[in-house]
Protein backbone atom coordinates (compact mmCIF):
# COMPACT_ATOMS: atom_id res chain seq x y z
CA UNK A 1 0.00 0.00 0.00
CA UNK A 2 1.28 3.39 -1.22
CA UNK A 3 0.54 6.34 1.87
CA UNK A 4 1.73 9.58 0.98
CA UNK A 5 1.21 11.92 3.72
CA UNK A 6 -0.30 15.00 2.10
CA UNK A 7 -3.63 15.98 1.15
CA UNK A 8 -4.61 16.02 -2.30
CA UNK A 9 -6.28 18.35 -4.46
CA UNK A 10 -9.32 17.27 -5.99
CA UNK A 11 -8.23 16.80 -9.44
CA UNK A 12 -5.92 14.07 -8.28
CA UNK A 13 -8.55 11.70 -6.86
CA UNK A 14 -11.26 9.71 -9.15
CA UNK A 15 -14.10 9.80 -8.66
CA UNK A 16 -16.29 13.55 -8.01
CA UNK A 17 -16.52 14.45 -11.41
CA UNK A 18 -19.72 15.41 -11.56
CA UNK A 19 -19.59 17.62 -8.36
CA UNK A 20 -16.56 19.06 -10.40
CA UNK A 21 -18.10 19.57 -13.47
CA UNK A 22 -21.29 21.38 -12.02
CA UNK A 23 -19.22 23.93 -10.24
CA UNK A 24 -17.14 24.23 -13.36
CA UNK A 25 -20.37 25.08 -15.15
CA UNK A 26 -22.11 27.61 -12.53
CA UNK A 27 -18.44 29.28 -11.77
CA UNK A 28 -18.00 30.07 -15.66
CA UNK A 29 -21.93 31.02 -16.70
CA UNK A 30 -22.82 28.17 -18.44
CA UNK A 31 -25.79 25.96 -18.94
CA UNK A 32 -26.16 22.28 -18.35
CA UNK A 33 -29.10 20.15 -19.18
CA UNK A 34 -29.00 16.72 -18.14
CA UNK A 35 -31.37 13.87 -19.05
CA UNK A 36 -32.89 12.68 -15.93
CA UNK A 37 -36.89 12.21 -15.39
CA UNK A 38 -36.85 14.95 -12.44
CA UNK A 39 -35.13 17.75 -15.01
CA UNK A 40 -38.25 17.16 -17.48
CA UNK A 41 -41.34 18.70 -17.46
CA UNK A 42 -44.32 16.87 -19.03
CA UNK A 43 -48.20 17.44 -20.09
CA UNK A 44 -49.75 14.74 -19.90
CA UNK A 45 -47.52 12.42 -21.70
CA UNK A 46 -45.81 15.06 -23.68
CA UNK A 47 -42.07 16.43 -22.86
CA UNK A 48 -42.52 20.13 -23.13
CA UNK A 49 -39.63 21.66 -21.13
CA UNK A 50 -35.71 19.98 -20.22
CA UNK A 51 -34.67 22.17 -16.96
CA UNK A 52 -31.12 23.41 -16.38
CA UNK A 53 -29.05 21.32 -13.90
CA UNK A 54 -27.27 24.04 -12.80
CA UNK A 55 -29.09 26.49 -10.50
CA UNK A 56 -30.23 28.60 -13.43
CA UNK A 57 -33.54 27.81 -12.51
CA UNK A 58 -34.16 27.96 -16.40
CA UNK A 59 -35.88 25.41 -18.75
CA UNK A 60 -35.53 24.87 -22.51
CA UNK A 61 -38.88 24.73 -24.40
CA UNK A 62 -40.32 21.99 -26.68
CA UNK A 63 -39.30 24.25 -30.08
CA UNK A 64 -42.84 24.96 -32.10
CA UNK A 65 -42.66 22.24 -34.18
CA UNK A 66 -42.00 19.33 -31.18
CA UNK A 67 -45.62 18.54 -30.51
CA UNK A 68 -44.69 15.68 -28.17
CA UNK A 69 -42.34 13.71 -30.50
CA UNK A 70 -39.40 13.47 -27.98
CA UNK A 71 -38.67 10.58 -25.85
CA UNK A 72 -37.10 9.74 -22.76
CA UNK A 73 -34.89 6.74 -21.75
CA UNK A 74 -34.22 5.93 -18.44
CA UNK A 75 -31.33 4.33 -17.00
CA UNK A 76 -27.62 5.12 -16.34
CA UNK A 77 -27.24 7.12 -17.97
CA UNK A 78 -30.88 8.56 -18.77
CA UNK A 79 -31.18 9.61 -22.49
CA UNK A 80 -33.57 12.48 -24.46
CA UNK A 81 -34.95 10.45 -27.57
CA UNK A 82 -34.71 11.76 -30.79
CA UNK A 83 -36.15 10.22 -33.73
CA UNK A 84 -35.54 10.25 -37.69
CA UNK A 85 -37.86 12.91 -39.25
CA UNK A 86 -39.33 14.28 -36.24
CA UNK A 87 -38.83 17.49 -34.99
CA UNK A 88 -37.71 16.21 -30.91
CA UNK A 89 -35.87 19.75 -30.34
CA UNK A 90 -36.10 22.24 -27.53
CA UNK A 91 -34.87 25.77 -27.54
CA UNK A 92 -33.74 28.85 -24.79
CA UNK A 93 -34.92 32.11 -26.64
CA UNK A 94 -32.96 34.91 -26.31
CA UNK A 95 -30.81 33.08 -24.09
CA UNK A 96 -27.41 34.55 -25.72
CA UNK A 97 -26.98 38.43 -26.01
CA UNK A 98 -24.87 38.28 -29.21
CA UNK A 99 -23.41 35.43 -30.92
CA UNK A 100 -19.78 36.87 -30.75
CA UNK A 101 -18.66 33.76 -28.39
CA UNK A 102 -20.33 30.76 -27.42
CA UNK A 103 -19.17 26.83 -26.73
CA UNK A 104 -21.92 23.88 -27.10
CA UNK A 105 -21.04 20.59 -25.57
CA UNK A 106 -23.27 17.67 -26.65
CA UNK A 107 -22.54 14.06 -24.96
CA UNK A 108 -24.84 12.21 -27.33
CA UNK A 109 -25.11 8.13 -28.96
CA UNK A 110 -26.26 7.76 -32.67
CA UNK A 111 -25.36 5.24 -35.23
CA UNK A 112 -23.75 7.88 -36.99
CA UNK A 113 -26.81 9.82 -38.33
CA UNK A 114 -28.07 12.21 -35.61
CA UNK A 115 -28.28 15.07 -38.06
CA UNK A 116 -28.95 18.17 -36.60
CA UNK A 117 -27.66 18.25 -32.75
CA UNK A 118 -27.63 21.99 -31.92
CA UNK A 119 -27.99 25.47 -33.38
CA UNK A 120 -27.16 28.98 -32.26
CA UNK A 121 -29.79 31.02 -34.42
CA UNK A 122 -29.74 35.00 -34.71
CA UNK A 123 -33.06 34.99 -36.07
CA UNK A 124 -33.03 38.94 -36.58
CA UNK A 125 -30.18 38.23 -39.43
CA UNK A 126 -31.58 34.18 -40.81
CA UNK A 127 -28.35 33.07 -39.96
CA UNK A 128 -27.26 30.44 -38.09
CA UNK A 129 -24.34 28.29 -36.80
CA UNK A 130 -25.33 24.43 -36.48
CA UNK A 131 -23.43 20.85 -36.06
CA UNK A 132 -24.81 17.99 -37.68
CA UNK A 133 -23.77 14.46 -38.04
CA UNK A 134 -24.37 12.85 -41.18
CA UNK A 135 -22.54 10.11 -43.41
CA UNK A 136 -20.19 9.65 -41.87
CA UNK A 137 -19.05 13.02 -40.87
CA UNK A 138 -19.28 15.99 -38.15
CA UNK A 139 -19.77 19.42 -39.81
CA UNK A 140 -20.15 22.72 -38.78
CA UNK A 141 -20.96 25.53 -40.14
CA UNK A 142 -23.12 28.92 -40.66
CA UNK A 143 -26.50 28.58 -42.54
CA UNK A 144 -24.81 31.20 -45.39
CA UNK A 145 -22.05 28.98 -45.82
CA UNK A 146 -19.15 31.42 -44.70
CA UNK A 147 -17.27 29.48 -43.26
CA UNK A 148 -17.34 25.58 -41.90
CA UNK A 149 -15.23 22.82 -40.23
CA UNK A 150 -15.84 18.85 -40.46
CA UNK A 151 -14.60 15.86 -38.92
CA UNK A 152 -14.69 11.78 -39.32
CA UNK A 153 -17.44 10.02 -36.86
CA UNK A 154 -15.94 7.26 -35.09
CA UNK A 155 -17.81 3.51 -36.15
CA UNK A 156 -19.47 2.59 -33.49
CA UNK A 157 -22.57 3.22 -31.11
CA UNK A 158 -20.73 4.17 -28.06
CA UNK A 159 -20.84 7.94 -26.45
CA UNK A 160 -19.56 10.66 -28.12
CA UNK A 161 -18.38 14.21 -26.91
CA UNK A 162 -18.97 16.91 -29.78
CA UNK A 163 -18.03 20.50 -28.63
CA UNK A 164 -19.04 23.27 -30.95
CA UNK A 165 -17.28 26.89 -30.37
CA UNK A 166 -16.96 30.38 -32.12
CA UNK A 167 -15.13 32.88 -31.02
CA UNK A 168 -15.83 35.87 -33.34
CA UNK A 169 -13.14 34.65 -35.91
CA UNK A 170 -12.58 31.31 -35.88
CA UNK A 171 -14.99 28.11 -35.53
CA UNK A 172 -13.46 25.09 -33.85
CA UNK A 173 -15.72 21.36 -33.72
CA UNK A 174 -14.01 18.94 -31.09
CA UNK A 175 -15.45 15.02 -31.63
CA UNK A 176 -13.53 13.14 -28.40
CA UNK A 177 -10.13 13.91 -28.48
CA UNK A 178 -9.96 15.02 -31.78
CA UNK A 179 -10.08 19.24 -33.05
CA UNK A 180 -10.37 21.56 -35.84
CA UNK A 181 -10.97 24.84 -36.81
CA UNK A 182 -11.45 27.07 -39.54
CA UNK A 183 -10.77 30.97 -39.72
CA UNK A 184 -14.17 33.24 -40.42
CA UNK A 185 -16.30 36.11 -39.83
CA UNK A 186 -19.85 35.01 -39.76
CA UNK A 187 -22.38 37.80 -40.76
CA UNK A 188 -25.11 38.72 -39.34
CA UNK A 189 -24.36 37.38 -36.00
CA UNK A 190 -24.43 40.27 -33.54
CA UNK A 191 -27.93 40.27 -32.60
CA UNK A 192 -29.76 38.01 -29.78
CA UNK A 193 -29.66 34.29 -30.34
CA UNK A 194 -31.86 31.30 -29.63
CA UNK A 195 -30.22 28.43 -28.76
CA UNK A 196 -31.64 24.47 -30.15
CA UNK A 197 -31.14 21.31 -28.94
CA UNK A 198 -31.68 18.72 -31.31
CA UNK A 199 -33.12 20.65 -34.27
CA UNK A 200 -32.18 24.34 -36.90
CA UNK A 201 -35.07 26.51 -35.61
CA UNK A 202 -38.36 27.15 -34.48
CA UNK A 203 -39.46 25.97 -38.41
CA UNK A 204 -41.06 23.60 -39.27
CA UNK A 205 -40.30 20.49 -41.94
CA UNK A 206 -36.45 20.35 -42.67
CA UNK A 207 -37.45 16.52 -41.76
CA UNK A 208 -33.79 15.86 -43.78
CA UNK A 209 -31.92 17.46 -41.21
CA UNK A 210 -33.86 15.36 -38.35
CA UNK A 211 -31.99 12.70 -37.33
CA UNK A 212 -32.02 9.51 -34.35
CA UNK A 213 -30.23 10.20 -31.32
CA UNK A 214 -29.78 9.78 -27.79
CA UNK A 215 -28.90 12.92 -26.09
CA UNK A 216 -27.37 12.43 -22.47
CA UNK A 217 -26.40 16.02 -21.27
CA UNK A 218 -26.10 19.12 -23.23
CA UNK A 219 -23.57 22.21 -21.99
CA UNK A 220 -24.23 25.91 -23.60
CA UNK A 221 -21.73 28.85 -22.63
CA UNK A 222 -23.35 31.95 -24.30
CA UNK A 223 -20.09 34.24 -23.99
CA UNK A 224 -17.60 31.79 -23.87
CA UNK A 225 -15.66 29.47 -26.35
CA UNK A 226 -13.56 27.26 -24.41
CA UNK A 227 -11.27 25.68 -27.07
CA UNK A 228 -7.80 27.43 -27.80
CA UNK A 229 -9.03 30.19 -24.88
CA UNK A 230 -6.19 31.44 -22.69
CA UNK A 231 -8.25 31.96 -19.87
CA UNK A 232 -7.75 29.66 -17.19
CA UNK A 233 -11.13 29.14 -15.99
CA UNK A 234 -12.13 28.83 -19.77
CA UNK A 235 -9.25 25.72 -19.34
CA UNK A 236 -10.62 24.55 -15.94
CA UNK A 237 -14.18 24.29 -17.52
CA UNK A 238 -12.96 22.47 -20.44
CA UNK A 239 -10.54 20.20 -18.37
CA UNK A 240 -13.76 19.11 -16.23
CA UNK A 241 -15.90 18.39 -19.20
CA UNK A 242 -13.26 15.87 -20.39
CA UNK A 243 -12.35 14.39 -17.06
CA UNK A 244 -16.04 13.78 -16.34
CA UNK A 245 -16.69 12.21 -20.24
CA UNK A 246 -13.53 9.79 -19.94
CA UNK A 247 -14.60 8.79 -16.19
CA UNK A 248 -18.60 8.61 -16.35
CA UNK A 249 -19.19 7.03 -19.71
Not at 82 to 107: D, H, K, S, W, Y
Not at 165 to 176: E, M, V
Not at 236 to 243: N, P, Q, Y
Request: net charge negative.
Amino acid sequence: MLEIATKLPPGALIGGEDRLLAEMVLRSGGARFIARETDLVREGDAITGWREASGLEVAAVAAGPNTGNSGFEAGAPGALVCREGLNCGFTLPGFAPEVEAFTVAMIYRSEGEAKTLASVFAGQAQNMIFVTESEGQLLAKDKLSTVEVRLPVPKGRGVKLAVLAFDGRRLRLGLGDAMAEAAGRVPGLAHQADFFIGCRSNRSGLTKTLGQSRLHEVLFWPDRCLPGSDDPEDAAALAALHRYMRWTF
